[in-house]
C-alpha cells in the first residue's frame, strides 16, 4: 500500500516564485491536512480539508492556498516563495469523525526558499 | 482550545534503563491521544494512542504509555531503551469541538547513550 505519498521531496525555490507540493493518499480518507515543521516549534497546521470541496484554514495559512477537488488528492500552492517559508513540509490523513483514528503522514518535502 | 505541552525538549537515558518522554493536555469532552515516533529526514509514525478505559496503552516497539486523567497526562515509556530509539517524539491530540484537527506538541527529543 502507498499509504500517503509527497511530492517531490526536495525543492529550492527562488524567492518570488510559485510552486505546488503534491499529496495522495489511497486509504480513502475523508480527512487531509498539511503541516510545516520548524525546529523548536513542531508542527503548525497549514491547512485541512473535510472532504471533496470542503477546506479550511489551520493556524499559519498565509501565503498558501489548497483546494480539495477529489478525495485522494490535496495540493499545497505557495503563491509567491518567501525565504520564511524555507521549511520542511508534511501531508496527513485519516477517517474524518471517528476520533480515535491516527493520522498517517507522508515522508515530507523539504522546501529552501532562496 | 485543544492543547498539548512537551515540558522537555530532550531527553537522555542510558541504553537498558526505563524511558520517560512527557506530555499533558488540555481538552474540553473525551481526550483522544496519540504518540508519534518521527527519525531523521523521515514522515512521523504512529507509536501509540489512548484507548477510552485502558490507563496503560501499549504500542509499537515495546513503547507503552500511562493516561492520567486528573494528572491530564500521557506520558510515553519503556522499560528498556535502545540506542535505536533515539529519535524526535510528538504527542498529539484530536480536536473533539468540530474540527477534528490534529493539535501537536513541539516535540520532544529523546537521546539513548550507550
Known amino acids: 500500500n502507498a499509504g500517503v505519498t509527497q511530492t517531490p521531496k526536495f525543492q529550492v525555490l527562488k524567492t518570488g516564485q510559485s510552486m505546488t507540493l503534491q499529496c495522495a493518499q489511497d486509504?480513502?480518507?475523508?480527512?487531509m491536512s498539511w503541516y510545516r515543521q520548524d525546529p523548536g516549534m513542531g508542527l503548525r497546521l497549514i491547512h485541512y480539508s473535510v472532504g471533496a470541496g470542503i477546506t479550511d484554514q489551520g493556524e499559519v495559512p498565509n501565503g498558501y492556498n489548497v483546494s480539495r477537488s477529489t478525495t485522494e488528492d490535496f495540493p499545497l500552492r505557495l503563491l509567491s516563495a518567501a525565504p520564511s517559508q524555507t521549511s520542511v513540509y508534511f501531508c496527513?490523513?485519516?477517517?474524518?469523525?471517528?476520533?480515535?483514528?491516527?493520522?498517517?503522514f507522508g515522508q515530507g518535502t523539504r522546501l529552501t526558499v532562496v | 482550545a485543544q492543547s498539548v505541552a512537551q515540558p522537555e525538549d530532550q531527553v537522555n537515558v542510558a541504553e537498558g534503563n526505563p524511558l520517560t518522554v512527557k506530555c499533558t493536555y488540555s481538552v474540553s469532552g473525551n481526550p483522544y491521544l496519540f504518540w508519534y515516533v518521527q527519525y531523521p529526514n523521515r514522515g512521523l509514525q504512529f507509536l501509540l494512542k489512548y484507548i477510552t478505559g485502558d490507563n496503560l496503552v501499549k504500542g509499537s516497539y515495546g513503547f507503552e504509555a500511562e493516561f492520567n486523567k486528573s494528572q491530564t497526562s500521557f506520558h510515553l515509556k519503556k522499560p528498556s531503551a535502545l540506542v535505536s530509539d533515539s529519535a524526535l517524539y510528538f504527542c498529539?491530540?484530536?480536536?473533539?469541538?468540530?474540527?477534528?484537527?490534529?493539535?501537536f506538541g513541539t516535540g520532544t527529543r529523546l537521546k539513548v547513550l550507550a
Open positions: 496527513a490523513s485519516s477517517y474524518y469523525r471517528q476520533m480515535n483514528t491516527e493520522a498517517f
Open positions: 498529539a491530540v484530536r480536536d473533539g469541538s468540530g474540527t477534528y484537527k490534529y493539535i
Open positions: 486509504m480513502n480518507h475523508e480527512y
